[in-house]
Each structure stands twice: as structure tokens, then as C-alpha cells.
């Protein structure tokens, strides 16, 4: 998932950042961590809209780290990342 989280496609990036979508408790955040840190600066709508979205689904399981994770990089992320992360803390 490393590898692919720095493909030149897009879209193969986009797999990279939602495979851990729905593990609840057994999401991985150090790999989800370096996955969407590879993904900042961005300008593609759909890679900045699953980075929010990864975050939105994990915040239901664990807040206090989505909020921490946006909190230590909010500078480097896109709001669009930042709002849909946010939406359910």
C-alpha cells in the first residue's frame, strides 16, 4: 500500500488511501498515517476528498487520533480534507 500511496495514478493512489475503510479497531494508523501524509499537497479533488473521507470513517472509531492527526498537520492539509475529516468531531 506504500508503494501504491506514491503511484503516478491517481486513482491507484485513491485505493492506497481508502483500503483501511471500515477496519474499525483494526485500522493500521501508522501505515494510514504515511499513506495520507504521502498524499498532501495535492491538488486532485479525489484524492483530497479520501483523505478526509479516511479520517471521517476512522473518527467514528477512534476521535481523539483523527483529532490529533489533524491537529499536528492541519498546515499541510486541504480544508477539503480537513472538513470531512472533522465532521464527526
Given amino acids: 500500500m506504500l508503494k501504491w ?3 503516478e495514478d ?3 493512489r485513491r485505493v492506497a488511501i481508502d483500503h483501511q475503510l ?4 483494526k485500522t ?3 501505515l494510514l498515517e504515511k499513506i495520507l501524509t504521502n498524499n498532501f499537497g495535492s491538488k486532485e479533488f479525489f484524492i483530497n476528498k479520501a483523505i478526509g473521507w479516511a479520517l471521517r470513517d ?3 472509531t477512534n476521535p481523539d487520533w483523527v483529532r ?8 499541510k492539509m486541504d480544508k477539503l480534507s480537513i472538513r470531512e ?3 464527526y468531531i
Fill in 5 to 7: 500511496s506514491v503511484d
Fill in 10 to 12: 491517481f486513482w491507484v
Fill in 22 to 25: 471500515g477496519r474499525k479497531e
Fill in 28 to 30: 493500521n494508523t501508522d
Fill in 58 to 60: 476512522y473518527s467514528k
Fill in 68 to 75: 490529533y492527526f489533524i491537529g499536528k498537520y492541519k498546515n
Fill in 85 to 87: 475529516g472533522s465532521k
